[in-house]
């Protein structure tokens, strides 16, 4: 009866599935609790396993995504952060990179830096880029400095001297001295070994600026599990789709930045391997945001770098510089802040905005009884989307006549339109932002959306859905089982997942093989010993290599995987080639009369689960059948209101069936507009098809 447990952890609601270890899954979906996300958790988790013969030990293991740390980021409420750096580099943070979001606008200002220039301390020592000491560290320096954060009265410290990546010793020197004053120390030569001051600085001051808030709220999530008699692991999804131990993500929060978006990428791929949907364009659209992200051949895309807090949240090679730079390595996801809790507004020049500001949990939607802001939810309700006596199978009433009014009061009167207008502009507004996410993994990177199904989940994905496919030309719309909860599935099928890296900067073709290949061995000999201490033996480590590429006297780099053997000469032409391949592909251009050169090697190494671990049975989804009910649905101007069934997974065929109709579940409601046919070709999996 023991049970793996995945819970992700929303703006708006806390998703938890229940994995038997005969594949058999049972779901929950509750309000989070912004005051504290760990109590939805443990009040979800001690409903379900009371049920169960051991209680609390019935858990074996809580895998955990969240967005804690984003959130600290985003709301500016992370640690009182100090950073020590070399002297004359005190502004880095400030200086940033030569990128802004938007050409034209004289008024854009960049993000504040997390932390106050008051407390950026600049220590006398300079290592060479070769590693060679150019001047000593000063530690009497290094004291004061130290002394002077304490009484400014700082959590957390950063610590990022220049070339540290080539030589740590003064950074471990000094970090040293600040573990012994501070709790929360994160030193760059950990965080981030490689080249660059304002990358590696500002992923470390990231890191410390979120570690306090990480720390805290694991230990309160493992404090509640005790106390339910549970000893069972936690571990944290990260960034790039792999797990982690609750121990490691408190001491690299940086590394879970992207923890719950990371998540329904990694379900979508597990799903389209099941289903045989190798080409996805994911599409998660929860309370607060919407996120997409691209599965290509079966597999997720990888980006070296992140931004967070910009108006488009990505990882991309064509970041801007309107958020804070993370250096890790993260699943390609684009976030706007669009979700069914986002709330309609009309700006100074009287235009219908949705977003980013959003009702969350509290006080929620109107319709939810508590608000009284319009929100998307609202509009659905008004135009017949969603149910409007309750959803979440009746455990979230639903007032409708509260979500209208406050369409009315709101948008619909001060714009002079009636009430069904005033919400189909909510719904268009709102399916305009969210297509900026899709555009930014796709047609951004060189690919095209018509050559995708689009793979929707989330509470809100599938109601928008075909619409949003419809305005990018995209045919074929996927609907997972447990659309609603799908993210957190994806936390019960990711193996646990560390990369490392080391700078190496060559010119390809005068590149020392024997040296690098000596790099990747010693970094595959560290992942062997550190995934040993987890538990993993030889037969169940993966290590896959890669370096990062780029043409001579760019500034930016694409990842490229490296030949699964020792390296040889011979290898630097299909290196070569690769980087220009994937150019072309990303940028729409290649240089090949330019040279190639090698900036950092880099391993990833995954540990995968035992043979015998429970997975997901997808047959077992839910087939409701709900025939014989319908109700009025308003699908725009060109087929107004309709009188539309109401049918359950289960009523749909694998021939299929026309629209219109709503397909309800517990945990979502999937609309099929009338020009669009809905089948059940593969058991759980609702295919939507249009002809273009």
């Avoid at 005068?510 to 987890?534: G, I, W």
């Avoid at 000469?569 to 994937?582: G, I, K, Q």
């Amino acid at each position: 009866m023991r049970v793996r447990i995945g819970a992700d952890v929303g703006g708006t609601f806390t998703d938890l599935i229940f994995l038997a270890a005969d594949g058999a899954v049972r779901v929950a979906k509750v309000l989070s609790t912004p005051e504290d996300y760990s109590l939805a958790i443990l009040d979800g988790v001690k409903a379900e396993c009371a049920t169960l013969p051991q209680n609390g030990s019935s858990i074996a293991e809580l895998a955990h995504g969240t967005t804690v740390a984003t959130n600290a980021i985003l709301e500016r409420k992370g640690a009182r952060v100090g950073l020590l750096t070399t002297a004359g580099f005190r502004d880095v943070l400030e200086i940033r990179r030569v990128r802004m979001p938007v050409l034209y606008n004289l008024h854009w200002e960049k993000p504040k830096p997390l932390v106050r220039r008051a407390l950026r301390y600049e220590i006398k020592e300079r290592v060479g880029a070769g590693g060679t000491v150019r001047e000593p560290l000063d530690l009497d320096d290094a004291k004061r400095a130290i002394a002077a954060l304490k009484e400014e009265g700082v959590e957390a410290v950063a610590i990022c001297f220049l070339h540290s990546y080539a030589n740590d010793a003064h950074e471990r020197a000094v970090g040293a001295l600040a573990n012994e004053a501070f709790e929360f120390v994160s030193m760059s030569c950990d965080v981030l070994p490689e080249m660059r001051e304002y990358e590696r600085t500002a992923t470390t001051v990231v890191d410390s600026y979120v570690k306090p808030v990480v720390q805290k709220y694991l230990d309160r999530l493992d404090e509640g599990l005790k106390e339910m008699g549970s000893s069972a692991p936690i571990s944290v999804m990260q960034s790039n789709g792999g797990v982690i131990s609750a121990k490691l993500a408190a001491s690299q929060p940086v590394r879970i930045i992207e923890s719950g978006p990371a998540a329904g990428v990694v379900a979508a791929m597990a799903a389209g391997r099941h289903a045989n949907y190798p080409n996805l364009i994911t599409f998660d659209m929860g309370g607060t945001t919407a996120k997409a992200s691209i599965i290509e051949k079966g597999e997720m895309t990888l980006a070296a770098e992140y931004e967070v807090g910009g108006s488009v949240s990505q990882g991309s090679r064509l970041i801007k510089g309107g958020g804070y730079l993370i250096r890790v390595p993260a699943i390609d996801v684009a976030e706007v802040g669009a979700g069914g809790g986002s709330i309609a507004w009309i700006d100074a020049g009287g235009a219908l905005r949705v977003g980013p500001e959003s009702a969350g949990a509290a006080p929620g939607p109107a319709c939810y009884g508590r608000g009284t802001q319009p929100t998307v939810t609202d509009a659905n309700v008004a135009l017949g989307f969603l149910n409007p006596e309750y959803l979440v199978g009746g455990d979230l009433r639903i007032d409708r006549a509260r979500a209208e009014t406050a369409i009315l009061e709101n948008i619909a009167k001060p714009l002079g339109i009636d009430l069904i207008a005033a919400a189909a502009g909510v719904h268009r507004v709102a399916n305009s932002t969210m297509q900026r996410a899709i555009r930014s993994v796709s047609i951004e990177r060189g690919r095209d959306p018509r050559d995708f199904a689009l793979i929707a989940f989330g509470g809100n994905g599938p109601v928008h859905a075909a619409g949003l496919a419809a305005e990018l030309d995209i045919t074929r719309v996927i609907v997972p089982p447990w659309p609603g909860l799908f993210s957190a599935i994806g936390l019960l099928t990711s193996d646990v997942e560390q990369l490392y890296s080391q700078s190496l900067v060559s010119r390809l073709t005068k590149l020392d093989v024997a040296a690098a290949e000596n790099v990747l061995q010693s970094m595959e000999a560290r992942a062997r010993r550190e995934f040993a201490a987890e538990g993993f033996g030889e037969d169940r480590l993966e290590l896959q290599r890669f370096a990062d590429l780029r043409y001579r006297q760019q500034i930016s780099e694409i990842m490229i995987p490296l030949p699964q053997r020792s390296l040889r000469t011979s290898d630097v032409a299909a290196l070569t080639e690769a980087l220009h391949r994937e150019h072309a592909a990303t940028f729409g251009y290649d240089t090949r009369d330019m040279e190639v050169e090698i900036v950092a090697l880099k391993l990833r190494a995954r540990g995968l689960r035992e043979e015998n671990a429970a997975e997901i049975d997808w047959s077992r989804a839910p087939s409701d059948q709900r025939r014989g009910k319908s109700r009025p649905v308003y699908f725009g101007t060109d087929h107004g209101t309709m009188l539309t069934p109401v049918i359950g997974r289960g009523d749909v065929e694998a021939k299929g069936m026309q629209g219109p109709a709503i397909i309800e579940e517990y945990d979502s409601t999937t609309i099929v507009p009338p020009d669009w046919k809905v089948a059940q070709p593969t058991a759980g999996f609702l295919e939507l098809e249009r002809k273009p």
